[in-house]
């Protein structure tokens, strides 16, 4: 087991990486939370594989632990759902002494921690995830959110867990479209931090991921203990991909293309914008490009994709600011940086690309 600590703010607490944790949860949650009632939040997928564990594991170390499942898929990312869990917690009668462990991919952990934050003014939690995508990214840095009917993620808070516990044993039930989609925030960490994570991404073994993903986090959480809430610019690189990518999830539909594929995408419009404005190199935007296409990502668009719903999308981004775009540029792969020089003329054009 692995262990890194997490920095934000005054707020630590630390992930734990290894293979066979879910069956020690009682025993690691028990050494940071008190109280007695608690909650495990899943989806219809990932409940039957792991909640009975959970469940035993936090009853032998004296907690009386209730089961919610949810609907899988991006669809429950809702203010609706939200709305309806925070009533099923009042109904298990869970108190400000109480809190919540998500079980699943990035949609239950982004809800639960969403959840987490508004029930009764904040409460703790404890991130369980399952996906690869999740262990690499999502679990990290305290982002909370749900979608609404305008974007990807605008109705959100900042809310760290108190523990993350990463099991990579859960990984080796991962259907090969969800386990490939977790390689899209790895590609991103490497292009805007780190050129040695970009050069092993083909080199991961899906047998022993486990150094994967605990660079992944080490490298995230530095970046959070420095610029949490994104006000130095530093933790803004972590949105490489994400402006486009956001937009093309929203213009498909949410739920038609996973969130990784959609950043995928993104990426490819991001760094072809970097060869225009950041000075990147044409052969390692085609390392780049051929890197995503490697980890069965996809780099292009069928050729009907509603395109136009795309950059309906965009001005509703976050990282819109007094109606100009921050976009996260790379000079290099492990080196990129944040530009408000690019314009929408070059979004268009660098997207018919896909």
Sequence with gaps: MKSVEIRAGQHRHDALIGAGLLGETGRFVRQRLGGECCAVISDENVAPLFAAIILESLRNAGFAPGLITIAAGEKSKSLAQAGALCE????????????????????????????????????????????????????????????????KNLIGSFHHPALVLADTDTLATLPDRIWHEGFAEGIKHGIVRDAALFELIPEVDRQDPGAFV????????????????????????????HTIGH???????????????????????AARVSVRRAGLSLGEYERI?????????????????????????????????NGRIRF???????????????????LRNATSSL
């Design 289 to 321: 490009v051929a890197t995503l296409r490697g980890c069965r990502l996809p780099t292009t668009l069928p050729a009907d994709f509603p395109r136009e719903k795309i950059f309906g999308a965009l001005p509703r981004d976050k990282k819109f600011e």
């Design 247 to 269: 937009a093309i999830e929203h213009a498909a539909g949410y739920g038609n293309l996973l969130h990784g594929e959609a950043i995928s995408l993104g990426m490819v419009v």
């Design 88 to 151: 099923q917690l009042s109904l298990l009668g869970l108190d400000r002494a109480s809190f919540l462990l998500s079980l699943g991919g990035g949609v239950v952990g982004d809800l639960t921690s969403f959840v987490a934050s508004i029930y009764l003014r904040g409460i703790p939690y404890v991130a369980l995830p399952t996906t690869l995508l999740a262990q690499v990214d999502s679990c990290i840095g305290g982002k909370t959110g749900v979608n609404s009917l305008m974007g």
């Design 214 to 241: 605990e660079r992944n986090i080490a490298l995230k959480a530095a970046v959070v203990a420095a610029d949490e809430r994104e006000e130095n610019g530093l933790r803004a690189l972590l949105n490489f991909g």
């Design 328 to 346: 996260v540029v790379a000079h290099e792969i492990g080196r990129a940086s944040v530009s408000e020089e690019v314009t929408m003329d070059d």
